[in-house]
């Protein structure tokens, strides 16, 4: 069993940054690829980054290409979400999220753990 809690979310003005942190609970954090979720306001939940079990491999959409970077620290079993040059269309409850192998990063039914969300508000 693996728990993850999210923080680092909050209200921020369009142009700023905000760091959000993921730290999950067991040894276990390694075997896991782990992703960013949100979801926007009447929008449907989507994948906005992700990692591999090592950190090697890293995946974006499109929208946050350039400005999101993902990482994680397997010793401190945590990963993280450096969100710069926010928009307000960042807006949304973002998610962490565990999975057994990279390759399924884009299925969302194929992550296990699930963290509770954390708000990010972007205001314009």
């Known amino acids: 069993q693996v728990q993850l809690v999210e923080s680092g979310g909050g209200l921020v003005q369009a142009g700023g940054s905000l760091s959000l942190s993921c730290a999950a609970s067991?040894?276990?954090?390694?075997?896991?690829?782990m992703g960013w979720f949100r979801q926007a306001p009447g929008k449907e939940q989507e994948l906005v980054a992700a990692?591999?079990?090592?950190?090697?491999?890293?995946f974006y959409t499109d929208a946050v290409k350039g400005r999101f970077t993902i990482s994680r620290d397997n010793a401190k079993n945590t990963v993280y979400l450096q969100m710069n040059s926010l928009k307000p269309e960042d807006t949304g409850v973002y998610y962490c999220?565990?999975?057994?192998?990279?390759?399924?990063?884009?299925?969302?039914?194929?992550?296990?753990?699930w963290g509770q969300g954390t708000q990010v508000t972007v205001s314009s």
């Open positions: 067991g040894r276990t954090f390694s075997k896991y690829a």
């Open positions: 990692i591999s079990k090592s950190g090697g491999t890293t």
């Open positions: 999220a565990a999975t057994g192998d990279y390759r399924w990063k884009d299925d969302a039914s194929r992550y296990i753990y």
